[in-house]
C-alpha cells in the first residue's frame, strides 16, 4: 500500500493588504503564487506575517502582460481584496460616485479581468485558476450591483460556477468575539475543478469577556 502526500495548491493574492487573508491559505497550507499590493507598508506587513514574498505594484495600471511577468506560473487559486472604500456605507453615497471614488470601484472588475487574461497563452499548466475568491463589503451587491454582473458575466464566459453571499466573520472560525459582515463570491472552473466547494460550519461567536480573560494582564504602570 502506497500512502499518497497531499496536494499542495498555489494561491495568488491580488491587493493583499497586510496579510490576513493570505495568512489564512499559508496556514491552511497552500503555497504563495505571489501577494500584490501598492502600499509599501501593507508590503513589510505581509512578509513579516507570513514569511512570504509580497511584490509591491500598482494593479489598476497593468495589463495581462504584466501579471504574467510578475506571476509566470498561474496559481490553482487566485484571491482579490479590491479596495472596498467606494462600496462602504462610511462613504456618503453621493461621494461614493465621484470619479475618485468610482476609480477606486473599478478595481473589483480589473482585478479579476487581470485573473482570467494572463495566462491564456501558457504551453503547460492552467490557463485560468481553478479557484477564485473575491471579497468585499456587503454593500457591493447595491452600490457596485452593475459592476458585479458584468463580473460575474466574465466568468460565467470562462466556465466558471459562481456563488455570492454574505457571512459574518465571527462565525467562521472557533473562539472569536466579532460580529462583522462581508461579502463574498467563489468562482469554480467547472471543467478543470469537478467537486463542489462546500460551505464551512458556522461557529456562535463568544462574548467579548470570554476572549478578553485569556489576555496576560497589563503590565503594572
Known amino acids: 500500500m502506497s500512502i499518497l502526500a497531499p496536494a499542495i495548491f498555489t494561491v495568488l493574492h491580488l ?3 497586510s496579510g490576513g487573508l493570505a495568512k489564512g491559505f499559508h496556514d491552511a497550507g497552500f503555497t504563495s503564487a505571489g501577494n500584490i499590493d501598492m502600499d509599501p507598508r501593507a508590503c513589510i506587513d505581509l512578509r513579516n ?3 512570504t514574498p509580497a511584490i509591491e505594484a500598482d494593479i489598476g495600471a497593468m495589463g495581462p502582460a504584466d501579471l504574467l511577468a510578475l506571476v509566470p506560473e498561474c496559481p490553482d487559486v ?8 467606494g462600496f462602504s456605507g462610511c462613504l456618503p453615497e453621493a461621494t461614493s460616485k465621484t470619479a475618485k471614488y468610482q476609480d477606486f470601484n473599478s478595481l473589483a472588475l ?3 479581468w487581470l485573473l482570467l487574461e494572463a495566462w491564456k497563452g501558457a504551453r503547460v499548466g492552467r ?5 477564485i475568491v473575491f471579497e468585499n463589503v456587503p454593500r457591493i451587491m447595491t452600490r457596485g450591483k452593475k459592476l458585479l454582473e458584468h463580473l460575474v458575466g466574465l466568468l460565467h464566459a470562462e ?3 459562481v456563488d455570492m453571499r454574505t457571512h459574518d466573520c465571527g462565525e467562521l472560525g472557533r473562539g472569536l468575539a466579532q460580529k462583522r459582515r462581508r461579502f463574498l463570491l467563489v ?11 462546500r460551505k464551512p460550519p458556522a461557529y456562535s461567536p463568544l462574548a467579548i469577556r470570554e476572549v478578553l480573560w485569556q489576555l496576560a494582564p497589563p503590565r503594572p504602570g
Open 127 to 131: 490557463k485560468v485558476p481553478g479557484m
Open 15 to 17: 491587493f493583499s493588504g
Open 159 to 161: 466556465g466558471y460556477a
Open 110 to 112: 480589473h482585478g479579476v
Open 187 to 197: 468562482a469554480r472552473h467547472m471543467p478543470t475543478v469537478t467537486d463542489f466547494l
Open 49 to 51: 506575517l507570513c514569511g
Open 78 to 85: 487566485a484571491a482579490s481584496s479590491s479596495p472596498c472604500v
